[in-house]
Nanobody, 122 residues
Framework: QVQLQESGGGSVQSGGSLKLSCAAS?????MAWFRQAPGKEREGVVA???????VYQNSVTGRFTLSRDNAKNTLHLQMDSLKPEDTAIYYC???????????????????RGQGTQVTVSS
């Protein structure tokens, strides 16, 4: 059984930055961040395979940076130039198999954390 623990959410003004972290236990070959805003569907933010291949959602490309520490089984998401539309609950997710490119965001994932709130005010 894999456990995921997110941290680092909070409130910032538009243009600000936040860093999210996800500490994982167990076999987590493919890891990702998803987010869900009130009244909206879940959307994939970024995913990374254990070999380092990383795919970002278009709306965050150039603003968000993902890093993965395989030795510590930890995922970090640096979010810069935040916009009000980035407001959502952010979830860490993991699968024990390779990432299912290209539509990694459309599948059900085996493991998901509790989520951390990110609020960006204008």
């Amino acid at each position: 059984q894999v456990q995921l623990q997110e941290s680092g959410g909070g409130s910032v003004q538009s243009g600000g930055s936040l860093k999210l972290s996800c500490a994982a236990s167990g076999d987590t070959r493919c890891m990702a961040w998803f987010r869900q805003a009130p009244g909206k569907e879940r959307e994939g933010v970024v995913a990374v395979d254990v070999d380092g291949i990383t795919v970002y959602q278009n709306s965050v490309t150039g603003r968000f940076t993902l890093s993965r520490d395989n030795a510590k089984n930890t995922l970090h998401l640096q979010m810069d130039s935040l916009k009000p539309e980035d407001t959502a609950i952010y979830y860490c997710a993991a699968d024990p198999h390779p990432c299912r490119w290209p539509n990694w965001y459309s599948y059900d994932w085996n493991y998901r954390g509790q989520g951390t709130q990110v609020t960006v005010s204008s």
